[in-house]
């Protein structure tokens, strides 16, 4: 079955360019836009319906998916008070705030900093809209995804041998697993793809994506299309296995991946095509008889976002030491196991995805991680 927001995410995803760490989240835009789409008329409508892949009907569906124990989703409006609007157009957008643009840049800044700080817990402290005299409309959404591991990591460090970040110091989170299910390696029309799902409270996962190559258009993209492939075998990019001594039976699945913290700001004026933004910015013509009789035209469209990947997905702080020696002399190991090691030793990407519905909530790349 198609997901629309799959798609607008997968479009944004193949539009980055390589070098730097980067997060973005479709499903923050696609209501938007969707919203946008069905009070458009003349070439604007079309771009818009085109990067939106589904008419206004299909928000409720998606919006069920933004609502869980993990996620947060809300939608604001904001209009200057002499503007009229369509009742029937308002009848579309999801329950959220409807309020007022007084005019006063300042005023106006420091409530839509507020909605924007109070609907995300803080870590997006401000809007990324610049407030102004001549501003009649502001239509935004939030969305906040946040998420405990049903298996902890542990936090240490490491210092790689070799790639881009051979001889740095870097955060580590480890974890050792007997689910070898975890991981998949699948095959993509960009290579190789090593996909590790970090299985999440409140029905979300965050798969870990390491390519052959060091592309995060082509990562996430391939990513994102192999979220339900079969896995090809246990060789790929990054997994080491090996047949080793052990006192158990059971086989092992060793991660070692950079902890990582990443802020993105994006202009998405920049990238018309994707998001059908061309016509609808021509300021000489209104493009919205759907929202009101005043022509209204786009003038700024913008996404403030961070991701932090930890070893809890929970703050807390607590010591507890065990010291443990052998106990006696041990007989040579009995079994030998297959042992499995993934390094995520280079960039890669990652997507949270809702467990149920297979929405990609938020995607981004790590180039580079935390010292």
Do not use: K
């Amino acid at each position: 079955m198609r997901n629309p927001v799959n798609e607008l995410t997968a479009r944004w995803a193949a539009a980055l360019g390589s070098g730097e760490s980067s997060v973005l989240s479709g499903a923050c835009v696609w209501p938007l836009l969707a919203c946008l789409a069905a009070a458009a008329d003349g070439p604007g409508r079309g771009e818009l319906s085109r990067a939106v892949g589904a008419d206004v009907t299909a928000v409720p569906g998606v919006l069920q998916a933004l609502r869980g124990p993990a996620v947060r989703a809300a939608v604001g409006l904001w209009t200057a008070r002499t503007l009229p609007l369509r009742p029937s157009w308002l009848a579309t957008l999801p329950p959220g705030l409807r309020g007022e643009l007084t005019g006063d840049p300042a005023a106006d800044r420091r409530r839509l900093d507020t909605w924007a700080s109070e609907q995300t817990g803080g870590l997006i402290p401000a809007m990324p809209v610049a407030p102004a005299e001549h501003l009649r409309l502001v239509l935004a959404g939030a969305l906040t995804v946040r998420t405990t591991w049903l298996r902890p990591f542990e936090d240490g460090f490491a210092v790689f041998d070799s790639g881009p970040w051979a001889g740095r110091e870097l955060a580590v989170l480890r974890r050792g697993t007997a689910a070898l299910d975890r991981l998949r390696v699948v095959d993509t029309p960009s290579g190789l793809l090593t996909m590790l799902c970090a299985m999440g409270s409140g029905g979300v996962d965050v798969h870990l994506l390491l390519g052959e190559q060091d592309q995060p258009g082509e990562v996430l993209t391939a990513g994102i299309a192999a979220l339900n492939a079969p896995s090809v075998g246990m060789s790929g990019p990054g997994v080491n296995v090996a047949v080793v001594p052990s006192y158990t039976r059971d086989e092992t699945l060793t991660v070692t991946v950079p902890r990582f913290t990443v802020h993105s700001a994006h202009d998405l004026l920049r990238l018309p095509e994707v998001f059908g933004l061309g016509a609808v910015t021509d300021a000489r013509h209104g493009h919205f008889p759907g929202i009101s009789p005043e022509p209204l035209a786009i003038d700024q469209a913008a996404q403030a976002a961070v991701a932090v990947f930890s070893a809890t997905g929970f703050e807390s702080a607590s010591v507890t030491v065990f010291a443990a020696v052998p106990g006696g002399v041990l007989p040579p190991p009995p079994y030998r196991v297959r042992r499995v090691d993934v390094e995520f030793a280079r960039p890669f990407g990652f997507l949270a995805v809702e467990r149920r519905s297979g929405l990609v909530l938020t995607a981004g790349w790590v180039a580079d991680p935390e010292p």
